[in-house]
């Protein structure tokens, strides 16, 4: 898919990687970006439409496909995390949450939008995964099992999209520079980087994007004798 002249409407546009594909897509040519966000008076990048939109909120939902009815790309970036494994008290309080976002957000835009992208030629999705689709230490462990989930959903869409011609990329990535991953002492990848990796992949006919070392490192190593996602020996 060509990103010049298209249209697009990212999710959670406001910041952080969203904001990365706005501004990345404006300087690619796109004809119209609409900018999604919980509170579109956050959305303060100049050349976008702010829309209101609460991907777990079903009406919002609805209201959007009125309003963005032209649309040929959807980015499914919307995304919440929090720290902690499944053996504390609130796990599932907690795991309930990140799904609505992280999984049935995704789900119920996929759904919505198919139709959309269909009157417009097919067009696309481009999901936002993450490394941490593939393995799950306990440190994020609702997280990474809503990105796990979500990975399972980009995969059944894309054959499922299929004959309506509409092209679905998942792009993963490890750590990036964002508001998110405030407070995680690790190396972080910025997000203008992370996006023009997606949107490259995207203009290329990708089904999938890794977009930086550490996750084609870990893609690698779920085939090796002892896979990644298991506890490794020392």
């Known amino acids: 898919m060509k990103i010049e002249n298209s249209v697009v409407l990212v999710t959670g546009a406001n910041r952080g990687i969203g904001l990365a594909f706005a501004r990345a897509l404006l300087a690619r040519g796109a004809r119209k970006v609409y900018a999604a966000a919980r509170n579109p008076s956050t959305v303060t990048l100049p050349g976008v439409q702010a829309l209101q939109l609460d991907v777990t909120k079903p009406e919002e939902i609805a209201a959007a496909v009125k309003q963005a009815g032209d649309v040929t790309?959807?980015?499914?970036?919307?995304?919440?995390?929090?720290?902690?494994?499944?053996?504390?008290?609130?796990?599932?309080?907690?795991?309930?949450?990140?799904?609505?976002?992280?999984?049935?957000?995704?789900?119920?835009?996929?759904?919505?939008?198919?139709?959309?992208?269909?009157?417009?030629?097919?067009?696309?999705?481009?999901?936002?995964?993450?490394?941490?689709?593939?393995?799950?230490?306990?440190?994020?462990?609702?997280?990474?099992?809503?990105?796990?989930?979500?990975?399972?959903?980009?995969?059944?869409?894309?054959?499922?999209?299929?004959?309506?011609?509409?092209?679905?990329?998942?792009?993963?990535?490890?750590?990036?520079?964002?508001?998110?991953?405030?407070?995680?002492?690790?190396?972080?990848?910025?997000?203008?980087?992370?996006v023009q990796r997606a949107l490259d992949g995207l203009e290329a006919g990708a089904d999938e994007v890794l977009a930086d070392a550490l996750t084609e490192q870990v893609r690698q190593g779920l085939t090796a004798p002892r896979p990644v996602y298991l506890p490794q020996q020392i």
Do not use: C
């Open 73 to 194: 790309l959807v980015i499914n970036n919307a995304g919440i995390a929090q720290p902690g494994g499944f053996l504390v008290p609130d796990s599932e309080a907690v795991s309930r949450r990140l799904f609505e976002t992280n999984f049935f957000g995704m789900l119920n835009m996929s759904t919505a939008f198919a139709p959309v992208l269909k009157a417009n030629g097919g067009g696309a999705l481009l999901n936002v995964l993450s490394v941490a689709s593939w393995v799950n230490g306990g440190e994020l462990a609702a997280y990474s099992a809503s990105k796990s989930a979500a990975w399972s959903l980009t995969n059944s869409l894309r054959h499922e999209l299929a004959a309506q011609q509409t092209q679905v990329l998942g792009l993963h990535m490890a750590y990036v520079d964002t508001d998110l991953t405030r407070g995680f002492e690790v190396p972080k990848t910025s997000a203008e980087d992370i």
